[in-house]
């Protein structure tokens, strides 16, 4: 598989799953812009985040029903003309609408994917995952830092004709670069959703990594959803310095690759049971800033949360690695199944994040995280 083609894999994976977080900067612009309430324009993420959980589950299973390639250039399409839609919104009712789109289109990155898998040699596949799923990362992380800039060098409207440029020029790449994918199988959509649920009775091993997965994400949100409250009330320190903290998000970065070929050498289910572990450990070391003096308080949450970081993302990959070699005709379910609940993960831990730091402040944020990645890890280790 050439490097080239990997590269480009890996940019359309970044380009196309940056388009749910350019939003999230622009909240103040818009709602002055737009002369809406600060609660009206806070929709827009959550629009958008819910038009990308639909679209995992109701539009990644098609890749194995059509050719993967066709599918990655429509997506591009109606992704490239919803980011445009957004930049020209004339009102918020519109912003919205077009919101939901960007998040359903944006699920081409879990087309990518599956598409990545498929091309790649057995012996390389967990290499060439992690690759992908760099690029995949580096676009979280590097979204909200582009769209920020972006809007304080022009306007917010700039950040989405950009990006809709962007996205227009790589789903043209990606499909002149791309081969193109028999489908897998021949059954009508109601039967291919259907055919989901067959999956997860089959295979223990995909049930095994969904449920660490969901517990790692419930762990992850309850951090990042408490994280900000608690550095303002300890440290009297405001959002941006809680927006520096997802530079960690560059750990997961680099796990990715890591964990592809520690997958490949050792194989992935060693890699979730190791990555599990880390992240439960990192989780537990918060606990003991209490008993360090205030000057290294904030360094001892900072090396966690890079440790918790990479260990989140490894796991990821190195469940990816493992599923999609389950049954190669059903990738892009296999994928949707394993994601969904993940979104399921994340939903669930800010919102029991928030309860537990509300009934027993940061420790007990810190305490309930390490209990989900503790249950994880033994979830793992079942499968030993």
Known sequence: MPASLVLLLATGAGLSVASIYYSQPLLGNLAGSLRVSTAQVG????????????????????????????????????????????????GIGTLMLASLFVGIAATLAQDIVPAAATLAPDAQRGRIIGTVMTGLLLGILLSRVVSGWVAEQFDWRAVFVMAAVAVAAIGLAVWRGLPG????????????????????????????????????????????????VMLFQRYQMGSAAAGAFGLAGAAGALAAPLAGRLSDRHGPAWVTRAGAALTALSFAAMALDAQLPEAFRLGLLIVATVGFDFGVQATLVAHQSLIYSLEPAARSRLNAILLTAMFIGMASGSALGSLAFAQGGWLAVVGFCTLMAGAAFGVRCRSA
Do not use: E, N
């Open 43 to 90: 929709l827009i993420p959550t629009l958008t985040q819910l038009g990308y959980a639909l679209g995992i589950l109701f539009l990644a299973p098609l890749g194995d029903r059509h050719d993967r390639r066709r599918l990655i250039a429509i997506k591009a399409v109606v992704l490239s003309l919803a980011l445009l839609a957004c930049g020209l919104a004339p």
């Open 181 to 228: 994918f028999a489908p897998t199988t021949t059954l009508g959509y109601a039967a291919l959703l259907k055919s989901m649920a067959g999956l997860w009775r089959r295979y223990p091993a995909l049930r095994r990594a969904a449920w660490a997965q969901a517990l790692l994400s419930v762990a992850f949100s309850a951090f990042w959803s408490t994280l900000a």
